[in-house]
Antibody, heavy 121, light 107 residues
Framework: QLQLQESGPGLVRPSETLSLTCTVS?????????WGWIRQPPGKGLEWIAN???????SYNPSLKSRVTISIDTSKNQLSLRLSSAIAADTAVYYC??????????????WGQGTLVTVSS | DIQMTQSPSSLSASVGDRVTITCRAS??????LSWYQQTPGKAPKLLIY???NLQSGVPSRFSGSGSRTDFTLTITSLQPEDFATYYC?????????FGQGTKLEIK
């Protein structure tokens, strides 16, 4: 059974870089899927941040593109997210997820449990 | 960006009821529409993909329909565990976008 687990600091100071890791078990980030990050501010809806294909090809939400970097590390079976110049509005639960299934333009079928990141001084 | 608009934003119903949630896209997304269920403190769970395909393990009381810009999620015979927030999401093009959510509450 595929499992995803996010990890990283729960508190980030404004203007610093938010860095998160998602460890994948029960499967490989090298397999032919897209892997992504989605966030959810407290009490609000879901926002797609970025995704990365197993080849390393990336796609970003234009609203965050100038500050975001997504990558995969096949040796550690992980994907990572870096969000620079953090602001209070970046406070959210961050989820990693797989886009998978035998379907074109697939949905997010596996999700991590999420990790709350608070941006505050 | 493609805007996804759900209605209603909240809904009260009773166990055993049939409910329908709608999702409208600001432009045609063919059938690249998914539905997710989220309970408090948990990650979203995929229910429906491709507008009408039931994800493995999801009860058959959940169904989806629609194409192009208008979609519906129907839950027949509501069970206590179905009271949650539901989101639609388009995967037609990036940036992928979600509806604002529909909170289904117990009447």
């Amino acid at each position: 059974q595929l499992q995803l687990q996010e990890s990283g600091p729960g508190l980030v100071r404004p203007s610093e870089t938010l860095s998160l890791t998602c460890t994948v078990s029960g499967g490989s980030v090298s397999s032919s899927y897209y892997w992504g990050w989605i966030r959810q501010p407290p009490g609000k809806g879901l926002e797609w941040i970025a995704n990365v294909y197993h080849t390393g090809s990336t796609s970003y939400n234009p609203s965050l593109k100038s500050r975001v970097t997504i990558s995969i590390d096949t040796s550690k079976n992980q994907l990572s997210l870096r969000l620079s110049s953090a602001i209070a509005a970046d406070t959210a639960v961050y989820y990693c997820a797989r886009q998978g299934g035998d379907y074109a333009r697939p949905p997010f079928d596996y999700w991590g449990q999420g990790t709350l990141v608070t941006v505050s001084s | 960006d493609i805007q996804m608009t759900q209605s209603p934003s909240s809904l009260s119903a009773s166990v055993g009821d049939r409910v329908t949630i709608t999702c409208r896209a600001s432009q045609s997304i063919s059938n690249y529409l998914s539905w997710y269920q989220q309970t408090p403190g948990k990650a979203p769970k995929l229910l429906i993909y491709g507008a009408s395909n039931l994800q493995s393990g999801v009860p058959s009381r959940f169904s989806g329909s629609g194409s192009r810009t208008d979609f519906t999620l129907t839950i027949t015979s509501l069970q206590p565990e179905d009271f949650a927030t539901y989101y639609c999401q388009q995967s037609y093009t990036t940036p992928y976008t979600f509806g604002q959510g529909t909170k289904l509450e117990i009447k």
